[in-house]
DNA sequence: CGTATTGCTACTGTAATTGTAGCAAAGAGG
DNA sequence: CCTCTTTGCTACAATTACAGTAGCAATACG
């Protein structure tokens, strides 16, 4: 598996089957690159304002992952109110508004996994090895 | 590779305000962690089917976003089926289809960023620097 | 017993991310 | 013009996560 040994592998990782939901899966999937569309999604910001909300990420990141949300389309560099959305970043963050409601009712990873029955009599039955 | 020094990394890195939120920004933002949701999303599969779907990823990152993913309570370890969703994590799931859609209309990162005449007629406006 | 499959770990590179410092280009005010 | 501040952005070194490959213990089957 000789990888891509000619060409820069500059395209997204997961892409390679040609899928877009795989391109955007994998974009989606780099550091802080949903969180940056979380924090814009009421107002733009500047750079700096980003960096704060983004608990004092390094910039170098949020500019790499700034760059790949411009360049995907869905984050563009306004004149005087910093990074916003565009339209098709506005209709990509509407998509993940059900994930706020979900997050609430999930409350991060608890420390105990059985949240329910899900059928078998568990109690921790010996799994197969 | 210390991955368990005292007790320190076992919080989300985003979940440092507290808001569940950031939590699942965080975790879902981990390599391959949408992408396994994704693989998931019908049937389970095995770890080596896993593999294979997920255009034959490390079993390193695999095993270790699998782990994520089981303490999260959203995949498990079945008995003869291997790793499946469970009933919180194909609620998770349902709530990532809307991405497919959005997915095939975006189509990847395009080279020429203006896909659209999306609304706002702005060619192209001198970034204030 | 021999073979195959499964879940999982160990190890070595390489790419990505973190953290800090700093720069050039505007604006605001004097 | 000169100073001061903010903004977008870049240059490094250090750390971490990840990719790739090899292999093991446990089960299942013939």
Do not use: N
């Not at 997204?12 to 939901?21: A, E, N």
């Amino acid at each position: 598996m000789a990888k891509q040994a000619g060409s820069k592998p500059r395209s997204v990782r997961g892409s390679r089957t040609g899928r877009p939901i795989m391109a955007l899966l994998d974009l989606l999937g780099r550091r802080w690159a949903l969180r940056i569309l979380w924090e814009l999604r009421d107002a733009p910001l500047t750079s700096r304002a980003l960096r704060t909300a983004c608990d004092e990420a390094s910039p170098t990141v949020l500019q790499a992952r700034l760059d790949d949300l411009r360049e995907a389309g869905f984050v563009e560099l306004g004149d005087g109110s910093g990074y916003g959305l565009t339209a098709l970043g506005r209709d990509l963050c509407e998509t993940f508004m059900p994930l706020h409601r979900f997050a609430e009712r999930w409350k991060g990873p608890s420390p105990s996994p059985r949240l329910r029955g899900e059928g078998r009599g568990e109690g921790e039955p010996p799994r197969r090895r």
